[in-house]
């Protein structure tokens, strides 16, 4: 789970055709999430995860139901 307010970062499309987090865009947690953890590379510090569009808000547009996001390993909470 992460926590309402934690702040992430968007992904992008780079090298090989891999996720890399993008840390111009920065994605809120609008509500409390249950998130599924990426069992991808670590990049800069930060994991990808998984979580539902309606439990996120951006300056961006978010078309789709699901998204990656990239956030600090430190602000997932296991139940």
């Known amino acids: 789970m992460v926590a309402k307010g934690t702040v ?3 992904s992008q499309l780079g090298h090989y055709n891999f996720y ?3 840390e111009s865009i920065k994605i ?4 409390d999430a249950i998130i599924r953890t990426m069992n991808w590379a670590e990049r ?3 994991v990808a995860v998984s979580v539902q569009s309606c439990f ?3 300056k961006e ?4 139901k ?3 996001v990239w956030v600090n390993p430190s602000v ?4």
């Open 44 to 46: 800069s510090g930060l």
């Open 61 to 64: 547009t978010i078309s789709s």
């Open 56 to 58: 996120i808000e951006s």
């Open 76 to 79: 997932i909470k296991s139940y």
């Open 28 to 31: 809120t947690f609008s509500a």
């Open 20 to 22: 890399y987090p993008d």
């Open 8 to 10: 992430g970062y968007d």
């Open 66 to 68: 699901t998204y990656i």
